[in-house]
């Protein structure tokens, strides 16, 4: 089916565009009242990913009401982890626990490389039904996370502020880490697969936890299981965004890949130095969007102007925050329309 908006897609893969397309990681749900109501109906955020009716409705949402170029489809990262049959649950303000953790060698055979079509039906299933429903108005994103970011939750089995836990095996057991980094990786490249499969238009790869890394450590055990992935998805546009990871820039920007993402710290004249022949997406700092509405028209002016408009994917630094009000969120995603076309 042709796209009726095909912004991204062409700006993904370098060609010329009208305007600089605009998307945001996290629209789906958060900050709309449209989301609130339906995760209220589901009763839980895990029932609302895994449901694939309820979770095509909140991609959507964002299409709908805030006039995006591009649909994410609403999942998870985590469910990489669970398909290889490692569960997790969603604890309300503290984030994902894992019951049950990964720090053997007896406890990583017991896993095993995940099977999209039946361990992760339920996101194809959305993906399927979320473009009935975009019915080619935008193009839909499909994404994972990194292997070194889903390591971290495996190993520490909830969030941290120095996953100190995961870093101890890079120095201490670097063979098992390595063992248990390839298993996600061949699950992540079969789940990513199987989501073109399904009908996503572009994929992204988010390397949440890149940042606790020294470039040293990033270049060892997660560079080059994003390099894999890179190289084993050809189908669609692929973006890396290596959330942290400044010192990697012009390495992630050798992988085979379409789009680098950018964090709100990295430069944007430096990177664009570092990455010269790469599309880049990114990077308003997320708080602009707490400012009024006159200061966010600045400083969208003000990246627009920077980036240039070509060869540019407009985003934030990172996810939408669930306490912003959607006017602001709008201003944000006309003002890069108006000041890039």
């Excluded at 999942?75 to 569960?87: F, H, N, Q, R």
Aim: proline fraction near 6%; aromatic fraction near 10%.
């Amino acid at each position: 089916m042709n796209l009726k908006n095909d912004l991204l897609l062409r700006a993904a893969r370098g060609e010329k565009t009208e305007r600089t397309p605009v998307w945001m990681m996290r629209q789906a749900g958060r900050i709309l009242p449209e989301y609130r109501a339906v995760r209220a109906k589901a009763g839980s955020f895990i029932t609302l990913a895994t449901t694939p009716e309820m979770a095509a409705e909140v991609t959507l949402q964002p299409v709908d009401l805030l006039g995006v170029d591009a649909a994410i489809i609403f999942s998870d990262i985590l469910v990489i982890p669970e398909a290889m049959g490692l569960p997790y649950e969603m604890a309300e303000q503290r984030g994902p626990i894992f019951p049950s953790t990964v720090n053997t060698t007896a406890q990583l055979d017991k896993l095993h490389i995940a099977e999209p079509e039946s361990d992760l039906k339920y996101v194809l299933d959305a993906i399927k039904l979320t473009k009935l429903g975009l019915d080619g108005r935008v193009p839909l994103i499909g994404f994972a996370g990194a292997p070194f970011t889903i390591f971290c939750y495996m190993t520490e089995g909830k969030g941290s502020k120095t996953f100190s836990v995961a870093k101890k095996h890079l120095y201490a057991d670097p063979e098992f880490s390595h063992l248990l980094l390839q298993k996600i990786t061949d699950s992540t490249i079969a789940y990513l697969k199987a989501q073109v499969a399904a009908g996503a238009d572009m994929l992204q790869i988010f390397d949440s936890w890149a940042g606790i890394l020294s470039p040293d450590q990033y270049r060892t055990f997660s560079l080059p299981y994003i390099k894999q992935i890179c190289d084993a998805i050809t189908e669609v546009p692929l973006t890396v965004f290596a959330k942290g990871a400044f010192f990697a820039r012009a390495e992630i920007g050798a992988l085979n890949c379409s789009v680098v993402g950018l964090d709100w710290n990295m430069d944007i004249t430096e990177s664009r130095q570092l990455i010269p022949n790469k599309t880049l997406q990114g990077n308003l700092d997320p708080c602009v969007l707490y400012a009024s509405f006159e200061q966010i028209r600045r400083e969208v002016k003000k990246m627009v102007d920077l980036f240039g408009t070509q060869r540019y994917i407009a985003n934030l630094g990172h996810g939408v925050y669930p306490d912003m009000q959607p006017d602001k969120v709008r201003c944000f995603i006309e003002a890069v329309k108006e000041f890039s076309s």
